[in-house]
């Protein structure tokens, strides 16, 4: 493969990033890139054009960002973690997940969403992997710390397979990917 094009550069303007972390596409495949030190989420076309930026007040240095068919949600890790539903638009409707539901130690970094939009987020501040319904409800917890097979130790990036499976990266010792039915 070769590089077609490559877009932004250091800055605030339009275009440009300060830290750009995860990215992920929408149905129509707009890119959506959470620009962390620009307390924003950059909004592409298919060919990486500049369409907009979506802030909010409660957008503070996203960490990562996913789309569904209609609605957008922005993990925010630093201070209060949680994770922000907003429209496609940029209109908040709600926040998920925060430490005053009794995750005090969460420690989010990455997260997913299954086919049912349960969130599925993994936790380095536990070493676990926690599913959260819709709602924000804890569903169960997956793992355990060690650098065992079957442990996880900070955990990293994680997804859902086309058969349902999630598949971990455990780092920082474990150096695998697990995969969970």
């Known amino acids: ?3 077609v094009r490559e877009i932004g550069g250091r800055g605030s303007k339009s275009g440009q990033f300060k830290y750009p972390r995860q990215l992920t596409t929408d149905p ?10 620009n ?17 909010h007040q409660s957008i503070t240095r996203p960490y990562d960002v996913k789309v569904s068919r209609d609605r957008m949600y922005v993990l925010c890790p630093n201070n209060n973690p949680c994770i922000h539903v907003l429209t496609l638009e940029g209109d908040k409707l709600h926040s998920l997940i925060t430490c005053g539901q009794g995750m005090d130690m969460l420690r989010a970094r990455f997260f997913c969403l299954d086919p049912l939009n349960n969130f599925i987020i993994s ?24 650098h065992q097979q079957g442990m996880l130790y900070y955990p990293r990036g994680i997804a859902i397979t086309s058969n349902r499976r999630l598949v971990s990266v455990s780092d920082n010792k474990n150096y695998s990917l697990q995969i969970y039915y």
């Open 28 to 37: 129509i495949g707009h890119v959506f890139i959470a620009d962390s030190d």
């Open 1 to 3: 493969m070769s590089l």
């Open 123 to 146: 936790d380095e501040g536990s070493h676990t992997i926690r599913v959260f319904s819709p709602e924000g409800n804890l569903l169960h917890t997956i793992g355990t710390e060690g």
């Open 39 to 55: 307390n924003r989420i950059s909004v592409h076309d298919t060919e990486l054009n500049h369409l907009r930026n979506i802030t």
